[in-house]
């Protein structure tokens, strides 16, 4: 006997879905929902749809920044690597910086409140290009962690 949604009444509770007689798709669809809205994750989802239309893919982007963050290595990495494989046109030099966030809400709100106030140290130096490398030594005894960091060219 299977149960629809409905007749769950708002519970989002595994064991009571399975003692109102829930099929296993349901029962693991239920789960799935409890687990991610346990852990932050649909929260998370829910805002990143408010505030961007669609995923998007810096290697599609053609537009010169003076300065990357990104929130994880193979992040970083994938970056610095499509900036090293464009033709260099205007030399222009643009920072990239990696600051390492793990993927749950408490840290990716934590990691929020650093990268913006990082960001409005950099934005208050005088000459970046000559500050930035010690600004971000300061935040990484500040915060506890390593931030890699590499200037390409564009």
Sequence with gaps: ???????????CDPASARAQGWDVHADLSLTVVFSYTQNGILHMLDRNKRIKPRPERFQNCKDLFDLI?????????QV???????????CQPVHVVNVDIQDN?????????LICELCQCIQHTEDMENEIDELLQEFEEKSGRA??????FY
């Design 1 to 11: 006997m299977s149960r629809s949604l409905a007749s769950c009444k708002g519970s």
């Design 69 to 77: 963050l990104t929130c994880e290595e193979r992040v970083y990495d």
């Design 80 to 90: 610095v690597e499509d900036l090293n494989s464009r033709e260099q046109e205007t």
């Design 105 to 113: 809400h408490e840290e990716a709100t934590l990691g929020a409140f």
């Design 147 to 152: 931030f890699l960091h590499t200037v390409c």
